[in-house]
């Protein structure tokens, strides 16, 4: 999503939303959540993208499945 390559934009980009979602562990003030995607399907014309992957603190992942951002 941040690659102009593919039609991102680095200025304005946001979460919207998560789809078959499955929390493994809770995410405590002051960790790093590191998001790593797949880009799944995205609509240029709409501004949204849907993403496949996962979030982790440190090693370990604590929400998989389908993530929606948009852009703008």
């Known amino acids: 999503m941040l690659q102009p390559e593919v039609g991102g934009s680095r200025e304005n980009?946001?979460?919207?939303?998560?789809?078959?979602?499955?929390?493994?562990?809770?995410?405590?003030?002051?960790?790093t959540l590191v998001m790593r995607m797949t880009?799944?399907?995205l609509q240029k014309h709409f501004g949204i993208a849907k993403m496949?992957?996962?979030?982790?603190?440190?090693?370990?992942?604590?929400?998989?499945?389908?993530?929606f951002y948009g852009y703008g």
């Open 39 to 41: 880009l799944i399907k």
């Open 13 to 31: 980009f946001f979460f919207a939303g998560i789809d078959n979602v499955r929390f493994r562990k809770p995410v405590v003030a002051g960790g």
């Open 52 to 67: 496949e992957g996962k979030a982790e603190v440190g090693v370990k992942m604590v929400c998989q499945r389908d993530f």
